[in-house]
């Protein structure tokens, strides 16, 4: 499944779900004052993952997902409401 931007944003950068989630772990993770590398150790992952997964370039999985935003602290439905809180252009789903 792939995500799309249905409408344009100002500085075009396409509205995806994953970089919608690794904004919200970069943005978490910073506030924590933490480096990539104290989250990836704690998360056990690598940390290039880490931030490709924070820059949108990779989609985490489920598991990896529930390891990162649980080392930060974080619940999935407060990490979720912070991602999809936003009001920024509508999510397209394609097949």
């Given at each position: ?45 690598s ?13 985490a ?16 439905d ?18």
């Amino acid at each position: 499944m792939h995500l799309r931007v249905v409408s344009s944003s100002q500085n075009d950068k396409p509205d995806l779900l994953r970089i919608r989630i690794g904004d919200a772990l970069r943005e978490e993770r910073l506030k924590q004052t933490r480096t990539l590398q104290e989250l990836a150790d704690q998360a056990n992952i690598s940390i290039s993952h880490l931030s490709d997964i924070e820059r949108g370039r990779k989609e985490a999985s489920s598991e990896v997902l529930r390891s990162i935003h649980h080392s930060l602290g974080l619940e999935l439905d407060d990490l979720l409401q912070r991602t999809l809180g936003s009001s920024t252009p509508q999510l397209a789903v394609a097949a």
